[in-house]
C-alpha cells in the first residue's frame, strides 16, 4: 500500500517529512487535515496522533508521528546518505547536528514565528520584549553555525544530512516572512543556506508540491 502522509500543506512539520518524501523520490498519497477548523483534535485523528497535531504517517498499517521521527524512519527504510547507519563517527556527528538543530536553532525559530506570525494569526498581541530576546538568542547561536561552516560544508561534516534539511521549514518562513537576516548575512551560513535552499525538495515543497 502506497505511503499515506496525513498533514497540513502549509505547516512547518508536514513540510519537513514532505521535503524527505521529494528528497526519496517517494510515491505517497496527502491526506489533507484541515488544522483551520481543528480537525486533528478529532478523537478518531488523535487516535494516531494523541497530541492532536499534524503530521503523521500511515505505511501500510505502521503509525508514525513526529516530523523529524518520521524523516528519520523514511531516509533509513530506503537507504539514504542523508542519515548515516554504520559509521560509529558519523552516526554520532550526524546526531551532534540533529541535536543542534532542536535545541539551539528550533525552539528560538519556532518562537519567534509563534511571537510574531501564528499569534497575530489568532488575534493574540506579540509580546515584543520575548520576541527580541529570541530573535537576540538566535542570532548569537547562530555564530556557531558560522564557526561550524567555515570548516565543513554542512552540519554533520562534508556531506549533507537531515539535520541541514530540518532546518528549512521554520529558516525560510522567518527569512521570508519576517525578514530575518540571520541566515543570510554571514558568509558561511549564507554559503549553506543558499545551498539548502536550492535543493530541487526545498523548492517543490516551497512552491505547495
Ligand atoms: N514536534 C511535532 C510538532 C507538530 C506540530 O507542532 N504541528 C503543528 C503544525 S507545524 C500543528 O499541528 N498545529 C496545530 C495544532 O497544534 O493544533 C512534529 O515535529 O511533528
Redesign the pocket.
Known amino acids: 500500500m502506497v505511503l499515506k502522509l496525513h498533514g ?1 500543506p502549509y ?4 513540510q ?1 517529512v514532505l521535503l524527505v518524501c521529494k528528497e526519496l523520490n517517494l510515491q505517497y498519497e496527502f491526506v489533507n487535515v484541515n ?1 483551520q477548523t ?1 480537525e ?2 478529532d478523537p478518531a485523528y488523535m487516535k494516531n496522533q494523541p ?5 503523521f504517517i500511515d505505511d501500510d498499517g505502521f503509525i508514525l ?4 521521527a ?1 524523516a528519520r524512519y523514511l531516509a533509513q527504510k530506503h537507504g539514504s546518505s542523508l542519515i548515516p547507519v554504520t559509521d560509529l563517527k558519523k552516526v554520532a556527528l550526524f546526531e551532534q547536528a540533529a541535536s543542534i538543530e532542536q535545541a539551539d536553532f528550533d525552539p528560538y525559530a519556532y518562537g519567534y514565528a509563534l511571537e510574531k506570525i501564528f499569534n497575530p494569526a489568532m488575534g493574540l498581541q506579540p509580546n515584543d520584549a520575548f520576541t527580541e530576546q529570541l530573535k537576540g538568542t538566535l542570532e548569537k547561536k547562530l555564530q556557531g553555525y558560522e564557526a561550524i561552516f567555515a570548516k565543513q560544508k554542512y552540519l554533520a561534516g562534508d556531506e549533507i544530512t537531515l539535520a541541514d534539511l530540518f532546518h528549512l521549514p521554520y529558516g525560510v518562513l522567518i527569512t521570508n516572512a519576517l525578514k530575518f537576516t540571520g541566515l543570510t548575512d554571514s558568509p558561511n551560513i549564507a554559503r549553506w543556506w543558499k545551498d539548502i535552499t536550492a535543493r530541487p525538495s526545498w523548492q517543490a515543497v516551497g512552491n505547495g508540491a
Do not use: L
Open positions: 497540513a505547516s512547518t512539520c508536514t519537513r488544522i481543528g486533528q483534535k497530541f492532536g497535531q499534524v503530521p508521528f513526529e516530523s523529524r518520521i
